[in-house]
C-alpha cells in the first residue's frame, strides 16, 4: 500500500514537473523592463551618448539570455551587427547629396526598433498583461491611462492571432494579394480586417466588463511576483551607470 503510495506521487511529481529543469522559463518583475524604458528614454533625451546606447542594448539582451528567448537573442544581435555594419559602409562612402548620404538618414529611422525592440519584446511577449497592471495601480498612475494600456497589450496579440487567420483563409479560397491590382487587393484585405477588428473590440469589452473594470476599488492580484534582489541590484547598477555617463559627458 505504501509502495503504490510513493509511485502515485513519483507519478504526479513527474507530470507537474518537466522533465528538464534547465527548460523551464525564467519570468521577471515588469518593473525592472518597464524602469530600463524609462530610464534610457529620459537619458537618449538630454543625451547622445553612443556608450549608452551600447549599454543599453547589452542590457536588454542580457535580460533576453537569462529569460531563455534564444530565438529572439539571436534574431537581434544579428540585426544589430547588421545595422552596425550597415552604418559603416555608408559612413564611409557618404559625401553631401549622394546616395550614401541619402539611405544614412534612410536607415536612422529603424533604430528606434533595434534599440528598444529586445525590452518591447520582454514587455509585450514575456510579461503578463494582470502583473503589469498591478505594478503600474501600485505606482498611483491614473486609471484612464492604465485601461488604454491594458486595452493596448490585449488587443496587439489578439489581432496578430487574428491576422494569421485572414492569411490562411486567404490561400484556402485562393485569393493572392498583388500590388499589381492594388485597389482589389486592398479590398480583400481591408474588409475581414474592420470586421475582425470590430468583433475583438466586442470580445475585450465583454472580457473587461466580466472581469470588473467598471469597479471603481482597487484591482487585486493572483500573481506573487515580487522584486527580486538581484532585480534591484541591476536596475540600481543600470542608473549609477547611467549617472556615470552623464556626469562624465560620455
Same mark, same amino acid.
Given at each position: ?7 502515485? *506521487? ?8 518537466? &522533465? ?21 528614454? $529620459? ?10 546606447? &551600447? ?19 539571436? *534574431? ?6 547588421? %545595422?552596425?555594419?550597415?552604418? $559603416?559602409?555608408?559612413? &564611409?562612402?557618404?559625401? !553631401?547629396?549622394? %546616395? ?9 529611422? =529603424? ?16 510579461? !503578463?498583461?494582470?502583473?503589469? *497592471? ?21 488587443? *496587439? !496579440? ?27 487587393? #486592398?479590398? %480583400?484585405?481591408?474588409?475581414? $480586417? ?5 468583433? =475583438? ?7 473587461? =466588463? ?11 492580484? %493572483? ?6 534582489? #538581484? ?11 547611467? =549617472?556615470?555617463?552623464? $556626469?562624465?559627458?560620455?
Amino acid at each position: 500500500m505504501l509502495a503504490a503510495k510513493e509511485a502515485n *506521487l513519483e507519478l504526479i511529481k513527474a507530470t507537474v514537473q518537466p &522533465a528538464f529543469p534547465w527548460s523551464q522559463r525564467a519570468k521577471i518583475h515588469p518593473a525592472l523592463p518597464l524602469s530600463l524604458q524609462a530610464f534610457f528614454s $529620459v537619458y537618449l533625451f538630454f543625451y547622445n551618448s553612443p556608450t549608452a546606447i &551600447a549599454f543599453f542594448v547589452i542590457c536588454s539582451l542580457a535580460l533576453l539570455a537569462y529569460l531563455r528567448r534564444w530565438r529572439r537573442l539571436i *534574431l537581434f544581435i544579428v540585426a544589430n551587427l547588421s %545595422y552596425l555594419s550597415l552604418i $559603416v559602409f555608408l559612413q &564611409a562612402r557618404a559625401e !553631401p547629396g549622394n %546616395y550614401a548620404q541619402i539611405a544614412l538618414m534612410a536607415i536612422f529611422i =529603424i533604430f528606434p526598433i533595434l534599440c528598444f525592440g529586445p525590452l518591447g519584446s520582454i514587455v509585450l511577449l514575456d510579461t !503578463p498583461v494582470p502583473d503589469i *497592471l498591478y505594478f503600474l495601480q501600485k505606482l498611483r498612475l491614473p486609471r484612464r491611462f492604465i485601461l488604454a494600456l491594458a486595452i493596448i497589450l490585449r488587443f *496587439l !496579440p489578439t489581432y496578430s492571432s487574428e491576422a494569421r487567420l485572414i492569411r490562411q483563409s486567404f490561400k484556402i479560397r485562393g485569393i493572392q494579394l498583388s500590388l499589381k491590382r492594388p485597389l482589389i487587393s #486592398w479590398g %480583400y484585405l481591408i474588409m475581414p $480586417v474592420l470586421l475582425r477588428l470590430e468583433a =475583438i473590440s466586442l470580445e475585450l469589452s465583454a472580457a473587461a =466588463i466580466s472581469r470588473g473594470i467598471e469597479n471603481p476599488q482597487p484591482r487585486t492580484s %493572483y500573481s506573487l511576483n515580487s522584486l527580486k534582489p #538581484w532585480e534591484l541590484i541591476f536596475m540600481l547598477f543600470v542608473f549609477t551607470v547611467l =549617472i556615470i555617463l552623464a $556626469v562624465s559627458g560620455s
